[in-house]
């Protein structure tokens, strides 16, 4: 037997024994396990928390509140600098138009993610929480908002974060999810995002949102120009975190890159289907203390179901997130079509009504 066919065997009977693997078990795993060792793995992992057959999905759609933003981060092909042409905020009647959309569509949870916009304060967001909760009751529920969005709010505001979460809750926000976490690595932020935030501010501000009693998720996005080390430390701050406070899911979805400054340099490659889903498993083994791991159908469309048998147990159907779409992914509104793609695959989906989970958080 070879040393790595040992220290494969090693890895694996750590899983099967639910022992923690360590980042340079991760990193043997990525080098030298064969993608049928990781899919066969990551079932072990997920079957510590869910049954074989069973996975759960949502209906959503992602709302732009505003499309001018100060960050410049180099992945985006969304934004609109102040003063620029084209650029937005939506109104109430704007956003309550596409919510009612989705109601009709049988969706029940919007997310929301914007620019970093210097004319929007708070109170802005604040009214948008209050005028929804107003009209929706809890027929449906919100993603609102995102880190790096409350990351830059608090900062506009000069308000400490416990502060702007308090504010936030007091609006009717019950959750502010992970969104716009990228690579959480200080090294990447500096190579492509060094206006939005440090890694230290962002589990920071994910702290001080648990402690004011709301709830989160995690999430990443991998096929930029990151190493393998940058994705498993992504992972193990992810861990960490976890262990300390609480993250109810994990989404990994890959860089579009279509029409972004950073596409353009590297060339517009996307990683291919089959480096998703190896990464996925690894994310299922790594993150042994979050139960819900999701995969991405709207960035991987169809093949994105092939991730519940490397680990996944949930995911979306978007209709709309102006964000990726910008960069290339694309949308597909026949919803029995792709629920029938995980039902040849084995797999029975169950609605998940994010409306109706009012449970206290998992930590
Ligand atoms: S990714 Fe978000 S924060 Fe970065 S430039 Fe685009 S809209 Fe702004």
Redesign the pocket.
Do not use: I
């Given at each position: 037997m070879s040393t790595s066919s040992a220290s494969l065997s090693a890895i694996r009977r750590k899983i099967e024994g639910r022992e923690r693997i360590s980042p340079a078990d991760a990193l043997l795993l990525w080098r030298e396990a064969p993608d049928e060792e990781m899919r066969s793995l990551a079932s072990l992992a997920r079957a510590r928390f869910h049954a074989p057959n069973a996975c759960t999905y949502l209906l959503m759609r992602i709302i732009n509140t505003t499309?001018v933003?100060?960050?410049?981060?180099d992945?985006?092909a969304?934004?609109t600098l102040p003063g620029q042409a084209g650029g937005y905020v939506l109104s109430q009647e704007q956003v309550f138009a596409k919510i009612d959309e989705l109601l009709t569509l049988g969706g029940d949870l919007v997310g929301f993610?914007?620019?970093?916009n210097p004319q929007l304060s708070l109170d802005y967001y604040c009214d948008l929480v209050r005028a929804i909760r107003a009209r929706y009751g809890d027929r449906i529920e919100l993603y609102a908002f995102t880190i790096?969005e409350f990351l830059?709010l608090a900062d506009h505001a000069s308000l400490p974060y416990a502060a702007t979460a308090e504010r936030l809750k007091q609006a009717g926000v019950r959750w502010i999810t992970g969104g716009?976490s990228e690579i959480l690595t200080e090294d990447f932020r500096r190579r492509h995002?060094k206006f939005?935030y440090t890694v230290a501010q962002f589990f920071a501000a994910q702290a001080a949102i648990v402690a004011a009693g709301l709830r989160t998720t995690a999430t990443m996005v991998i096929g930029f120009d990151e190493t393998i080390e940058e994705r498993i430390e992504h992972l193990d701050r992810t861990r960490r975190f976890q262990d300390e406070t609480g993250a109810e899911s994990f989404l990994c979805w890959n860089f579009k890159p279509y029409s972004t400054p950073l596409g353009d340099k590297l060339g517009n490659i996307e990683i291919t289907p089959a480096e998703y889903l190896r990464h996925l498993a690894l994310s299922r083994i790594y993150l042994d203390n979050i139960p819900r791991i999701r995969t991405s159908v709207l960035t991987q469309n169809e093949r994105a179901l092939e991730g519940l048998l490397y680990g996944a147990d949930d995911f979306d159907l978007p209709i709309e997130d102006e964000?990726t779409q910008k960069a290339g992914a694309t949308i597909n509104l026949n919803f029995d079509k792709i629920l029938n793609v995980a039902r040849s695959l084995g797999f029975e989906p169950t609605y998940r009504h994010v409306a109706l989970d009012r449970s206290a958080k998992a930590i």
């Open positions: 499309n933003c100060v960050a410049q981060c992945y985006c969304f934004y993610n914007g620019g970093f790096a830059y716009g995002s939005k964000v």
